[in-house]
């Protein structure tokens, strides 16, 4: 082609990137890797191994090694010994190796970028100046943490050995979104990369061996999920699982590892809405649609897959956006000048295309540019469907494809009720020219990261990570550091629930007393008003020394539902300010305060302590009262040091309805311990007081009914503890719960929860000494009682 031809038509010449330095480091291998254990390259036990092709034109990259449960177990060996020495190195001692990491990567970042798109077939432009600075900055940035982690988290300590697995869509990536915090803080790793893209984890095992890292702090065990990744999950020695993927294979491993008492973050699928209302800047939005669903072809969680455009311009939204598609290049990802890549494997094509024939089976109108896509290779291209119905498979499953399903809204309202009409909530995009609409709809959509007029935006100091079906936890910034460490006070908690003395003589005295005129059966409490149980039964309650005291109602299933109902049914609570929250907390401190000598008498009465030790019990419960009155509008978020231009907000918000499964022990404290942080946050709570003491949680509801607490913010279902507990866990309205119960009931808490993905927090059979402060109160509480949610905003005229 001439040039005078090149300047009338302006068409694209090949730029392409050199393959040679991916190449040679492949053939310095013999384009076969071992396994990563201990510092050394080993054979793998069942001597066979995989191989990793490039998706763009088939041909075969290399050979990796097959680990089987040996490997894996040779691995968690190495990083347990490796453990206490790391561990204890100097912050500033492990930042200097997280540094050199950084620097490494930084000085070969060519050869990852080429070496990740020819594994995976994303365009190099994106490797290049997305993926890898992203990997250079997180090392970077937990560097930091790693330097600061003695004075900005000292009551925190590692958590030990992490297996992590890690996804195809950005190998390295999550590599250093998994690997840098968790080795910032101290703990040791073994990685299971996925099996479709593994060679960049090779390369970065290379990269810890030139800086000297340590044997043993970071090994990797390539091979299969299901073999490799099974393994690891479920090994002894692995402390904390940490994975990023599937929603399914996230809960085949939270099933596995329920009631071991590893720590767990998953982050998972997502189908996440992209907004456009009428005042939209439209090219802008366009161009961002490019950036949320055809950005790594599709593959990518977070994607803007559900384009919602308001319907007074859905129609010439659709004529541009149709023309731009037009204009994206699909084809080799090495062209510096290509939109759009391959899909990574065979299995992921075959499964974006029969998604995409369900689509017109059900009706949706597809349009699909006629952009000149390679045969070759797995090149799909790009797709819009419009006139979806929110019931479609398509709207509902995530794809992780480049294809696009547009609805149309009329009002605000409509726009948040289609954005949150997704079992996930990862992210979310809103486009429009009027800051307030904006920050208005932020907070209503259910998603951990919310772009304001941008969309797939990362940083390391900002957390990323889902609600709902998309997993919980979060990677990045200071919130993402709780994932790989623990409170140091935990090393203090019992074996067994610390229980006050029974003393015989006031006990008989005290009963009689109260109960000899008045039969009283205490309901429940639901929706602010007392309810008789569904069943029609009722539990007797006796004290310390088997003697009959009274009767509470037996809950059951549809009692855990009216609760649920009524929790959902309160809206006011959540919308309330921290300072009128901490008002009616106040409230609730006074009126107890009030009643103290009362309630002392209660706890007396059912635990048959001495009256001085329960009316420190109630005195310890109004102090709590206070602390979390006083943290209600103190427990704020932060504005994070992220990229240019951009004020990234980390706002903890409610949970929502929470489930909140009280101790035995303490049967008042227990109850305010562990109710009052979460309803301090906002969420209102579905409670299940202690089994064999439920009467300072019964009589607790005059106390909630003469201190302003709306009808709906508390509701108290008494009976069988880990029955309720697990009706509980099921339900999917029910967004997180707690338990403080024995090992066996938070194992089935934690199983049963899975399904819908709520979040736990379980005590996993060891016991707080609730009477004391360290222990029974603090920032834990409500960070549990939290997401923190980040909202994107940039800014410049
Ligand atoms: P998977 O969830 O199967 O894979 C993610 C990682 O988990 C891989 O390393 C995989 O190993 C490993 N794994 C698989 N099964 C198990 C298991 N039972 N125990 C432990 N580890 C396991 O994702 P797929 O690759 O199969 O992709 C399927 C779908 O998942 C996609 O279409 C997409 O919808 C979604 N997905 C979502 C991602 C996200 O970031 N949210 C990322 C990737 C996929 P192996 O490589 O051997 O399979």
Request: net charge negative.
């Amino acid at each position: 082609m001439e040039i005078k031809e090149i300047f009338d038509t302006m068409v694209y010449g090949p730029a392409p990137e050199s393959a040679a330095p991916a190449v040679d480091f492949l053939e310095s291998h013999n384009r076969t890797f071992d396994l990563f254990i201990n510092g050394e390259w080993t054979k793998p036990s069942s001597k066979k191994y995989m191989e990793s092709h490039n998706p763009a034109n088939k041909e075969l990259l290399a050979k990796f090694a097959e680990a089987d449960e040996k490997d894996v177990d040779k691995a968690v060996k190495a990083a347990k010994e490796a453990l206490p020495k790391w561990a204890a190195l100097s912050g500033f001692e492990r930042a200097k190796y997280l540094y050199a990491i950084a620097r490494q990567i930084q000085k070969h970042s060519r050869l990852f970028a080429v070496l990740e798109t020819l594994d995976n077939g994303k365009p190099i432009r994106e490797t290049r100046d997305i993926d890898i600075p992203i990997v250079v900055r997180h090392f970077y940035h937990h560097a930091g943490w790693a330097k600061l982690m003695d004075t900005e988290l000292k009551d925190y300590k590692e958590v030990g050995v992490i297996g992590q697995i890690i996804p195809w869509n950005f190998p390295l990536m999550m590599l250093a979104w998994k690997v840098a915090p968790a080795l910032a803080m101290g703990n040791t790793v073994v990685l299971k990369p996925a099996e479709y893209t593994s060679l960049t984890a090779l390369l970065f095992a290379e990269i810890c061996e030139k800086v000297g890292l340590p044997k043993g702090v970071f090994n990797i065990v390539t091979g299969k999920g299901t073999v490799a990744g099974t393994a690891l999950v479920n090994h002894k020695e692995v402390n904390k699982v940490a994975f990023t993927g599937s929603t399914n294979v996230g809960k085949i491993i939270r099933r596995e590892i329920a009631g071991s008492g590893k720590k767990i973050s998953l982050e998972l699928g997502g189908k996440s809405p992209f907004i456009v209302f009428e005042d939209a800047d439209i090219d802008s939005a366009i161009e961002g649609i490019v950036d949320a669903i055809w950005f790594n072809q599709g593959q990518v969680c977070c994607a803007g897959s559900r384009l919602l455009v308001q319907e007074s311009i859905a129609e010439k939204f659709y004529a541009k956006l149709k023309e731009r598609m037009v204009k994206l290049r699909v084809g080799n990802p090495m062209d510096k000048a290509i939109d759009m890549g391959a899909i990574v494997d065979e299995t992921q094509f075959k499964t974006i295309d029969k998604l995409v024939k369900l689509g017109i089976s059900e009706g949706c109108e597809i349009y699909q540019a006629k952009n000149a896509v390679p045969k070759n290779g797995f090149f799909y291209p790009p797709t819009l469907f419009t006139d979806v119905s929110t019931s479609t498979t398509i709207a509902q499953e995530e794809i992780f494809g480049p294809v696009l399903v547009a609805m149309t809204f009329r009002s605000h309202n409509e726009a948040v009720a289609l954005a949150n009409n997704s079992r996930y909530g990862l992210a979310a995009s809103i486009w429009t020219e009027n800051i307030n609409l904006a920050l208005d709809i932020a907070p209503k959509v259910k998603a951990g990261a919310v772009w304001i007029n941008c969309t797939n935006q990362f940083d390391a100091s900002a957390g990323f990570g889902g609600y709902r079906e998309s997993g919980f936890g979060r990677e990045g910034g200071k919130e993402g550091l709780y994932e790989y460490t623990k409170p140091k006070i935990e090393e203090e908690f019992s074996a067994k629930p610390i229980i006050p003395k029974a003393v015989k003589s006031k006990t008989e005295k005290k009963s009689k007393s109260i109960l000899e005129d008045i039969d009283r059966t205490a309901k429940m409490y639901i929706g602010g008003k007392q309810a008789r149980p569904d069943g029609g039964y009722s539990i007797d309650i006796k004290n310390a020394f088997g003697e009959y005291i009274g009767e509470v109602s037996e809950g059951n299933r549809k009692d855990i539902r009216n609760a649920v109902e009524a929790a959902h049914a309160e809206k006011s609570w959540a919308g309330m300010t921290g300072h009128a929250r901490a008002q009616v907390l106040y409230y609730i401190a006074e009126n107890l305060a009030i009643r103290s000598e009362e309630f002392a008498e209660r706890i007396v009465e059912m635990t048959n302590q001495s009256l001085e030790s329960a009316q420190e019990e109630v005195e310890k419960s109004i102090e709590r009262i206070y602390t979390y009155a006083a943290f209600a509008d103190k427990y704020d978020g932060q504005a994070h040091s992220t990229v240019k231009r951009m004020v990234t907000l980390a706002m903890p918000e409610a949970v929502g309805v929470m489930g909140i499964v009280c101790p035995e022990e303490n049967p008042l404290l227990g109850f305010i311990s562990t109710v009052i942080p979460a309803i301090a946050m906002g969420n209102n709570v579905v409670v299940i007081p202690s089994e064999k003491h439920p009467f300072s949680a019964t009589d607790f509801y005059q106390i909630l009914e003469t201190s302003d607490v709306p009808g709906g913010t508390i509701n108290i279902v008494t009976g069988h503890k880990d029955e309720l507990a697990k009706e509980m866990a099921k339900h999917y309205n029910i967004d997180g719960i707690w338990y403080f119960g024995t090992k066996e009931g938070c194992k089935d808490v934690e199983f049963l929860a899975a399904d819908s993905m709520k979040r736990t927090w379980l005590n996993f059979g060891k016991y707080r000494n609730w009477m004391d402060n360290a222990q029974g109160e603090g920032e834990e509480f409500l960070r549990h009682a939290t997401e923190i949610k980040n909202i994107w905003i940039p800014y410049g005229a």
